[in-house]
Each structure stands twice: as C-alpha cells, then as structure tokens.
C-alpha cells in the first residue's frame, strides 16, 4: 500500500474516521493521568518549589508549537512537488492549532520566568525566535484569509512556511547557538544527565504523549473539515454557474 493513496481526499476521510476516536481517547487519557500525576503527585522542587510544575503544561506545548510548524513545512513541501490538495489543507489545519501551542507556551513561560528571573519577559535568544514563530503563524493564517484562490493561497502559504521554518529551528536550537540568554538548557535531551529528576521526567513524558495525540487529532478533525468545506464551496460554484 502507497502512502500517496491517503493523498486521495476520500481515502483520507475514511482512515481519519476510523482513527479519530481512538487518537481522541488516548490523548485524553495520557492528558488527565499526566496532568493529575504532574500537578499532584510530584513534589515541589528544592529550588525552584511548586513553580516548577508548569513544565507540565509549557515544555509539551513549546515542543508541539515548532514541531507543527515542522509538519506544516513537509506537507507544504509536498503541495508544491506533488499537488496533493490534502497535503495543503492539513498544513492549513495544523496552523490554527500550532498558534495555540505557541501562546500556551508563551504564557506559562512568562508565568514561569517572573518568579524565576525577576520579569515576565527577557529579549532572550530563545524567547525572541519564538515570539517571531508565533507571528509567522499569525502571517501564514492570514494569508490563507487574504486570498480567494485555494491553489495560489496554498503555494504563497507554502513559501511563507518555508520561510519560517528557520525561525522553528532557531526556537528550537537558540539555547545551543547561543551561550548567553537567561533560557535554561532543554528539559529532555539524549543526555540523561540534562534531563529533569526521574520524579518529574517520567509524568512530563505523559503529559508530551497527550499533547502529540491531541495534535494529531486535531489535525485529522480540521483536515476533515477543510476538505468537506472545499468540496461544499466546489458545489456551490457549480450551481451558480449552471
């Protein structure tokens, strides 16, 4: 079997019908168990006390917010390389939910980083680049807005995607480019020695689990739905035209 065959819009309502619900159940699932687990199971850390418990809510969303903009970047790709008009939607799906993540993430750092750094904000490398991901997200849904044609919004977008990809990576990597900046290193890494304490790793990995299964299953719902909205506007014009 061809993964281009779920590039078909019909192939793709019918497998994201049957994989829908069970995506939903374990993301709530992972979501409520990682969460409780987080928030009330695990003690207040020595330095940083019970603020330390929003890495529950800020390192899952942070790391959704530039991985989906890293998603929305491979489908553009194939919209330009392949024309599959599901590819363009599902990265038109995935904006609205990626700015979402990005805010989240932005709030609850800047909750964190009062009582940790004396402010609310800091022109940190890290901090910055993500501060212009999240406007590129807002450009990118814009422009979705702005033109009426779907193809050409849909390779203007694309171009704007790839364009801000550099920013998705520099958010991601600001902390190893830079030495300076008040951004503590990554909370999980290939290192076991930079991680957080086993007692605060393990729920966080949960809570990471709910939030990558809420992603999908948003995307496959917006993606449904984009698709039954292009096929609705599709009919529409026929019926003016006739």
Known sequence: MSLWEYANPTR????????LPVVSVLSLACLLIGLVWGFFFTPDDYRQGSTVKIIYLHVPSALMAINAWLM?????LIWLVRRHHVSALAAKAAAPIGITMTLIALITGAIWGQPMWGTYWAWDPRLTSFLILFLFYLGYMALWAAIENPDTAADLTSVLCLVGSVFA?????AVNFWNQGLHQGASLSLDKEENVADVFYLPLLVCIAGFVLLFVALVLLRTSTEIRSRRTNALI?????S
């Open 12 to 19: 793709f309502m019918q497998t994201s019908g049957k994989v």
């Open 72 to 76: 929305m970047l491979v489908t553009s």
């Open 169 to 173: 990576l520099l958010s991601r990597y």
């Open 237 to 241: 014009s026929r019926e003016r035209l």
